[in-house]
């Protein structure tokens, strides 16, 4: 993988982060504002990805 491909990639973590929240925003109107463990585990997952999205940024700007 060449360094240049990262940016896109932790563009498309960063992305996914943001479905996920969404699928935890559907989730948390679907249920009026009760938390389940679906809603829990899709906002875990979104913090995942977003973490990984920026990591792959800085890791770009700080090792060119």
């Known amino acids: 993988m060449t360094m240049q491909s990262l940016p896109s990639l932790g563009i498309v973590f960063v992305a996914l982060a943001v479905v996920f929240v ?9 249920t009026e504002a009760k938390m389940t463990i679906a809603r829990k ?20 700007t700080f090792f060119r």
């Open 41 to 60: 585990t899709w906002i875990r997952i979104a913090f995942i990805f977003a973490g990984v999205g920026i990591g792959l940024y800085f890791f770009q």
């Open 22 to 30: 969404g699928i935890a925003l559907r989730d948390y109107l679907k």
